[in-house]
Nanobody, 114 residues
Framework: QVQLVESGGGVVQPGGSLRLSCTAS?????MSWYRQAPGKERELVAL????????NYADSVKGRFTISRDNAKDTVYLQMNSLKPEDTANYYC??????????WGQGTQVTVSS
């Protein structure tokens, strides 16, 4: 079993920045961030492999968001810059355990509004 604790969401004006964090209770493999806006399906925002060598982003966030991880802290970060109203969503962390099981965080709300 892996527990995840997310933090960093909030309300920000367009053009602003936020950094999300997600800490796992034990070492994990691939870590990723998803988001879900009201009335829409959950979508992958960014993914980072165990070593950090591979990072993938949704086209809508390329050049604005950066995913990173600190394996010493079992933590993944999502730095979000130049935020837009369409980035408003509940953001979820997902991790893969060494057993190949996926675990989800509880979600953290990001609201971009003037």
């Amino acid at each position: 079993q892996v527990q995840l604790v997310e933090s960093g969401g909030g309300v920000v004006q367009p053009g602003g920045s936020l950094r999300l964090s997600c800490t796992a209770s034990r070492p994990v493999f691939t870590m990723s961030w998803y988001r879900q806006a009201p009335g829409k399906e959950r979508e992958l925002v960014a993914l980072i492999t165990t070593s950090g060598a591979t990072r993938n982003y949704a086209d809508s966030v390329k050049g604005r968001f950066t995913i990173s991880r600190d394996n010493a802290k079992d933590t993944v970060y999502l730095q979000m810059n130049s935020l837009k109203p369409e980035d408003t969503a509940n953001y979820y962390c997902k991790v893969q355990s060494p057993m190949g099981i996926d675990y989800w965080g509880q979600g953290t709300q990001v609201t971009v509004s003037s």
